[in-house]
């Protein structure tokens, strides 16, 4: 079968040929319908050999979703021919985060080894992908495919970042969005249903504030020095009682400190490796900072919920599989407007 790979510290990734799985006890094997390409591939394609934690050739790709192929045996509560998706930070489900469904907080996961798929086992981006318990493939109930894959981290990660803060969001607040791209945008269309907070989109792109604007951010700010200026004054001096930073590099970072009014909620979900200082001095009084990973598998089921709701959409752009690498250079040069996604049995 063919595969999108990464294969050798600083190149390009390949499509190659691999042998077709087969599942063994407890296993799924999902014909993938859709792949979704995400900027945490470039990050990990980013890495010197010193650091990169994986084995390679790693085929990618953390988002997929697909019909059930084969089940291996004893496998329960699925069926060949059944259309799901793929929950991708996947735990050792005994923990007490895993009893939670927050299989994205495994406390275990480290310790046994256990890498989501395309983030150090074999992922998605594949025309099969071997799935290792069927807890983690979640029904998409009439939901297609190639538009709801995105919704399995692009969705699934703003989700979970605005739930813990909806208590903040309510009428005359304000909600700021830094980075309004594959994250971005769907988390501006979360808010919106959501909470009744006001939405303010920062993007460096003229294009993805477009976006924004469509899809109901009710300003948008052009990110540059004087971002944080235009921000308070759209809040009256005060501040956005929520800011989700999407890019998560230090420029970003260090303007949602800025625009953070007191008690607000700041959350660091892009994975750019910037980092806010928090104490007297540093950000307003009783700001709180996280760095939310994913969500759990619950929050999964949930975002469809949203979606069969027709309350989010993810803006696509599809690739054959062949044209994945074309892809990935997209969007590394900013030319993605909403999501990529790979169609490898398409």
Wanted: aromatic letters at 6%; charged letters at 15%.
């Amino acid at each position: 079968m063919k595969a999108v790979q990464y294969r050798e510290i600083g190149a390009a990734p390949e499509v190659v040929t691999v042998p077709e799985p087969t599942p063994g006890p407890g296993q799924v094997l999902l014909r993938v319908a859709a792949a979704g390409v995400c900027h945490s591939d470039i990050a990990l394609m980013s890495w010197s050999a010193e650091s990169f934690p994986y084995q390679l050739p790693l085929t990618l790709g953390h988002e997929g979703a697909g019909t059930v192929a084969a089940l291996g045996e004893g496998v329960t509560g699925v069926e060949e021919g059944d259309v799901v998706a793929v929950y991708g930070p996947q735990g050792c489900g005994r923990c007490v985060k895993c009893a939670q469904g927050k299989e994205n907080y495994c406390l275990r996961a480290a310790e046994l080894g256990i890498l989501p798929p395309g983030l150090g086992a074999p992922g998605a981006m594949a025309e099969f992908l071997l799935v290792n318990d069927a807890r983690f493939l979640v029904p998409l109930n009439g939901l297609d495919p190639v538009t709801t894959v995105p919704l399995t981290d692009a969705g699934l990660t703003p989700y979970h970042a605005i739930k813990r803060s909806l208590p903040k969001l309510v009428p005359g607040t304000t909600a700021v969005v830094i980075g309004a791209g594959g994250l971005g945008h769907v988390a501006i269309q979360l808010l919106r249903a959501l909470t009744p907070s006001r939405v303010v989109a920062v993007d460096v792109s003229e294009e993805k504030l477009a976006l924004a604007r469509s899809v109901g951010a009710h300003e948008t700010v052009l990110s540059d020095e004087g971002a944080a200026d235009r921000v308070r004054r759209l809040t009256g001096g005060l501040g956005a009682e929520g800011v989700f930073d999407f890019a998560g590099v230090q420029p970003t970072v260090t303007l949602a400190g800025a625009v953070a009014a007191v008690e607000a909620d700041v959350a660091i979900v892009g994975i750019g490796g910037g980092a806010l200082p928090v104490g007297f001095n540093s950000t307003a009084f009783d700001v709180a900072v996280t760095a939310p990973y994913w969500g759990s598998r619950s929050e999964l089921a949930e975002v469809f919920d949203l979606a069969s709701a027709g309350a989010v959409e993810v803006r696509v752009e599809t690739y054959g599989i062949d044209e994945a690498p074309v892809a990935y250079e997209r969007l590394h040069a900013g030319k993605i407007n909403g999501r990529a996604v790979i169609l490898p049995n398409g």
